[in-house]
């Protein structure tokens, strides 16, 4: 090799490398580097802009701080969470609070809401269930295609109200709120949530009566929101799944019925916040599977695949930041592909991160046909906590009602109860409809059948006048001395 030679291939190596260096990323810096390490080590980390500069500074930071194990710095006992509590030294600690509060936006950017009118294919009707002014329902489904609507409240009592012929009738006295009611052949299960408030506290229960007998399980729960009564593999035998909603400690559970009359438990999920869970054979192999949503941090949509018997395969198939306040979801065929299409609501907003949060709404997410989904529409929805997924216009595609207990009450309250008119199903085209006077209630739970038999689907929304965040004082007001249980609204397409 010559000497020119060389000097060139030095010169172009020196070159080539001055240029992969300047082509590398750059090294973020430490702190990001210990966001991105403890901010990750429970749920998926959320973005710093997604919270505003206060909530971050006194609410999250300090509950944060609650959940790790800061060295060199003094932690009062009474305050600090059970779990998981990965360690950290004071000066890291500091500067992730300071780097956090210095990139957080002073506000967070407000909601440009689409459009909307007022709501004329239904006809609101306000009822009263009974003669208690403040309604306070834990609880609100209709069952067996049928227009007796079964409900439970804070007291413990459940009942069921016949549309038909206007009577009420008592079915069960609780010691604590009902968050779910079983009814199939001649089993009936009672789901008491033990203790409404966040609490550690395994004082939830179930109650079973068969024929004229009513016992307890002997298993106890964390906050039970919602039971699942079905068959799973096929023996003949009905299996429980129950979402324990807990607080930093909740799962979802599998109840086997032994020889016993009892059950057996088996954790499928170890994981708080818990909601609901539907039954589904969602990879077609004859086995029925799971698909489950949790909140509380690990907010997921998670389908748990039967592989052998009441044996199950979890996968985690949408994940969303943990300030998203996940609430429920659909699984309905969209867009008539033949493939499960989940519909999710985000907007729990009774947290430590109480803001207006421009995140919050409704998401369709479109199977990709294995299974996998992705976001194909957003409607922004402050306080967005349940979806009711209907072609209740009966033209061929899907309609929503949507509630938000968690509006923006001064300035736009009439979105704590938004219709979803289906437009154009292909290019996620709809009009936003809404109630003329939609404060008769705080809006919690929803539900839909044809309540006056004339072949066309009504919905009912129960109220939950409970303070969990600032409303104005005239409407909590005018709620606790008001007597209206539900909302009815009648469809008027026949």
Known sequence: MTVTFQKLFVSTAFVFIFFLNSCAPEKPPREAELFNTYCTSCHLAPKIDELPKDIWKDHVLPDMASRMEIEEMYQDPNDIKPGFRPKIKLKDWLDLQHYIVQLAPEKLEAIKFPESEP????????????????ALITYLEFKDNSSKLYYGDITGNLSSYNFENGSAENLYQGRTPITWYNRKDSIE???????LDPSELEQGKLMIKKDEDTTALQNIFYRP????????NSDGKKELVVSEFGDETGRLSLLTQSNTNQYDKTILLNLPGCIRTLAKDMNHDGKTDLIA????????????????ELEFKAEKVLEFSPVYGSSWFELIDYNGDGHDDIITVNGDNADESYVHKPYHGMRIHLNNGDNTFNEAYFYPLYGATRVLARDFDEDGDVDFGLISTFPDYDTSPELSFVYLENVNAEDFVFESKVLKNPNAGRWFLMDAADIDKDGDEDIVLSAFNYVFTPVPDSLSKQWSEDNVDILVLENKLR
């Not at 709501?119 to 403040?134: C, H, I, T, V, Y």
């Open 119 to 134: 709501l004329e294919l239904f006809e609101p009707k306000e009822m009263a269930l009974d003669s208690q002014n403040g």
């Open 189 to 195: 299960i009672f789901t008491e949530v033990g203790i």
């Open 225 to 232: 929101v919602h039971t699942l009564f079905e068959d799973l």
């Open 293 to 308: 949503v949790t909140s509380q941090g690990n907010e997921s949509i998670t389908i748990l695949y039967q592989k052998e």
